[in-house]
């Protein structure tokens, strides 16, 4: 096989030649390789080599759906044993992990073969992925722009070829927002779909979830049927679907009742571009049958963006106090997550639960709305995928911010209470560019970013589907029907065909 037919091929096809021995393992893997040399350069998406780990995958027999297809997981939560999970902070460089994660483990006994890890931002904190350790990850379409976070190295990683798909995690977007600045499909499962075990009961509290990124959804149906399933000690078990998703993400979804919004929940500004992405996709859906009609979920934004700060805080001074104990420095951190750290030391554990109770309200909200509509429909970003640094603290203020923290004042303040107020700023902040996808994390609900709008400039933009808990299925059908209806698998960036 040569490169221009590799590229032409999603994993399911890949394997498929496999099996029929009109290529190998071996072949892929070069191929991927040589396709990383040629984008690594331009997009830093990987962040270590496995190659001699995946050398070894070779030595052995391989089986399972996607056995020898080349594969990517992203350096955070997705333990491989004997190596670190760096979370791309240099405190986290020194610690192996002692066994596989089970999802790791589940895409290995599929068959895959992984010879790699892929960049993100320090602990996994951001919608753009620009770690001090590993340097920041640039966009294939754009190499001035971000392709995202937290899982940003994984979609570079697919949307310039080195891997049709690649591991991701979803704690607050980082699947869903990274695909839609790259020109991909990324589907973030329902809690529980998919075991954090063993080294997590649930990250962020049930917040987060596994899946992947990739340019075909059959790819990602087939994955999910790979990774789904609980494991001993995991906190809870969700239904099994009917049917595995590979066929049932072949049937026609029937006529659905979609209500759709581009309003920021938060209150910010949406480009025109994302609205014009949303209006766009309701188009298409009215002319494929559905009933489409604008409506948003009863929900309060901003107090669903201020509790999601609130446990983004407190994991954040966990990970830091671990890390610590294990023998980090605190120097090992960077700035923002040093500051992040202190804030969620000093909020006291009655705030934190309190925080955590309006989940319920989130999540009733959200079904109220689901009661009379099969899904809502959103931009994933409320911005174009923005240039490096855009919306980062000035230089002065990274000054205030580094006095601050080194002489101790930032924990008293947080203490004393008189940080409060800069809550709801660090929310509006923070969250500016992508209000959107938090809340699918905390009410638990399955969530997918598909590729269906480019900007005048050239750059992806995608738009959200939610869906009601468990219906995962749905979202692939819906998906899938988007697919053949706007095709966007062979849209590539030009360099990355030049073969």
Same mark, same amino acid.
């Not at 949406?270 to 992405?277: G, L, N, R, T, W």
């Not at 934190?352 to 999540?363: I, M």
């Given at each position: 096989m040569i490169l221009t037919e590799? &590229?032409?091929?999603?994993?399911?096809?890949?394997?498929?030649?496999? =099996?029929?021995? +009109?290529?190998?393992?071996?072949?892929? !893997? $070069? &191929?991927?390789?040589?396709? #990383?040399?040629r984008a690594q350069p331009k997009t830093n998406a990987i962040c270590r080599s496995m190659e001699n780990e995946a050398? #070894?995958?070779?030595?052995?027999?391989? #089986?399972?759906?996607?056995? @020898?297809v080349p594969f990517l997981i992203k350096d955070c939560a997705?333990?491989?044993? /004997?190596?670190?999970?760096?979370?791309a902070s240099r405190s986290m460089l020194a610690i192996a992990a002692p066994e596989h994660a089970h999802v790791v483990r589940r895409y290995l006994e599929a068959g895959l073969v992984i010879f790699g890890k892929t960049n993100l931002p320090e602990l996994a904190l951001k919608g753009v992925s620009d770690s001090k350790l590993f340097g920041r990850a640039c966009n294939p379409w754009n190499p001035d722009h971000t392709p995202g @976070?937290?899982?940003?190295?994984?979609?570079?990683?697919?949307?310039?070829?080195?891997v049709p798909m %690649?591991?991701? $995690?979803? @704690? @607050? /977007?980082?699947?869903?927002?990274? %695909?839609?600045?790259?020109?991909?499909?990324? !589907?973030?499962?329902?809690?529980?779909?998919?075991?954090?075990?063993?080294?997590?009961?649930?990250?962020?509290?049930?917040?987060?979830? +596994?899946g992947v990124i990739s340019r075909s959804v059959r790819d990602t149906a087939v994955a999910l049927d790979v990774a789904s399933g609980g494991e001993p000690g995991d906190p809870f078990a969700i239904a099994k679907p009917a049917d595995v998703y590979a066929q049932t993400m072949e049937r026609d979804p029937g006529r659905l009742r979609i209500g759709f919004t581009s309003a920021?929940?938060? *209150?910010? +500004?949406?480009?025109? +571009?994302?609205? %014009? =992405?949303? $209006?766009?996709?309701?188009?298409l859906l009215g002319s494929l049958g559905h009933e489409v009609e604008e409506a948003a979920p009863d929900v309060d934004g901003a107090a669903l963006a201020r509790a999601f700060l609130h446990i983004y805080f407190g994991q954040v001074s966990a990970m830091v106090a671990q890390a610590r104990a294990l023998g980090a420095k605190r120097s090992d951190f960077e700035l923002l997550t040093r500051v992040l750290a202190t804030i969620g030391g000093a909020i006291s554990a009655g705030t934190l639960t309190t925080e955590l109770l309006k989940w319920n309200e989130f999540a009733r909200g959200l079904a109220r709305f689901h009661n009379r509509y099969d899904m809502l429909l959103t931009p994933t970003l409320a911005h174009p995928p923005i240039r490096h640094g855009q919306g980062d603290p000035t230089a002065a203020e990274q000054t205030v911010l580094n006095l601050l923290d080194r002489a101790g004042l930032l924990g008293l303040l947080a203490r004393l209470g008189l940080l409060d107020g800069a809550v709801d700023n660090i929310a509006r902040d923070s969250l500016q560019f992508v209000p959107f996808t938090?809340?699918? $994390?905390l009410t638990g609900t399955p969530a997918m970013s598909?590729?269906?709008?480019?900007?005048?400039? *050239?750059?992806? &933009?995608?738009?959200?589907f939610v869906a009601r808990f468990g219906e995962e299925d749905r979202l692939l059908q819906l998906a899938r029907q988007l697919e053949q209806a706007r095709p966007w698998f062979d849209r590539l960036p030009a360099w990355v065909t030049q073969a």
């Amino acid at each position: 096989m040569i490169l221009t037919e590799y &590229l032409k091929r999603d994993a399911v096809a890949l394997a498929e030649c496999v =099996a029929r021995r +009109e290529t190998t393992a071996e072949e892929l !893997l $070069n &191929l991927a390789l040589r396709q #990383s040399e040629r984008a690594q350069p331009k997009t830093n998406a990987i962040c270590r080599s496995m190659e001699n780990e995946a050398r #070894s995958q070779l030595g052995k027999p391989l #089986s399972g759906r996607f056995a @020898g297809v080349p594969f990517l997981i992203k350096d955070c939560a997705q333990d491989y044993a /004997g190596l670190p999970t760096s979370y791309a902070s240099r405190s986290m460089l020194a610690i192996a992990a002692p066994e596989h994660a089970h999802v790791v483990r589940r895409y290995l006994e599929a068959g895959l073969v992984i010879f790699g890890k892929t960049n993100l931002p320090e602990l996994a904190l951001k919608g753009v992925s620009d770690s001090k350790l590993f340097g920041r990850a640039c966009n294939p379409w754009n190499p001035d722009h971000t392709p995202g @976070g937290s899982s940003g190295g994984s979609a570079a990683a697919v949307a310039s070829g080195i891997v049709p798909m %690649a591991a991701g $995690n979803d @704690g @607050g /977007g980082s699947i869903r927002i990274p %695909a839609a600045c790259c020109g991909l499909f990324g !589907l973030r499962p329902s809690r529980g779909r998919i075991s954090a075990g063993p080294g997590f009961g649930e990250y962020w509290y049930g917040a987060s979830s +596994e899946g992947v990124i990739s340019r075909s959804v059959r790819d990602t149906a087939v994955a999910l049927d790979v990774a789904s399933g609980g494991e001993p000690g995991d906190p809870f078990a969700i239904a099994k679907p009917a049917d595995v998703y590979a066929q049932t993400m072949e049937r026609d979804p029937g006529r659905l009742r979609i209500g759709f919004t581009s309003a920021s929940p938060i *209150g910010t +500004e949406v480009h025109p +571009e994302a609205v %014009a =992405a949303v $209006n766009e996709a309701a188009k298409l859906l009215g002319s494929l049958g559905h009933e489409v009609e604008e409506a948003a979920p009863d929900v309060d934004g901003a107090a669903l963006a201020r509790a999601f700060l609130h446990i983004y805080f407190g994991q954040v001074s966990a990970m830091v106090a671990q890390a610590r104990a294990l023998g980090a420095k605190r120097s090992d951190f960077e700035l923002l997550t040093r500051v992040l750290a202190t804030i969620g030391g000093a909020i006291s554990a009655g705030t934190l639960t309190t925080e955590l109770l309006k989940w319920n309200e989130f999540a009733r909200g959200l079904a109220r709305f689901h009661n009379r509509y099969d899904m809502l429909l959103t931009p994933t970003l409320a911005h174009p995928p923005i240039r490096h640094g855009q919306g980062d603290p000035t230089a002065a203020e990274q000054t205030v911010l580094n006095l601050l923290d080194r002489a101790g004042l930032l924990g008293l303040l947080a203490r004393l209470g008189l940080l409060d107020g800069a809550v709801d700023n660090i929310a509006r902040d923070s969250l500016q560019f992508v209000p959107f996808t938090q809340l699918a $994390n905390l009410t638990g609900t399955p969530a997918m970013s598909v590729p269906l709008h480019w900007t005048a400039d *050239g750059l992806p &933009l995608g738009v959200q589907f939610v869906a009601r808990f468990g219906e995962e299925d749905r979202l692939l059908q819906l998906a899938r029907q988007l697919e053949q209806a706007r095709p966007w698998f062979d849209r590539l960036p030009a360099w990355v065909t030049q073969a």
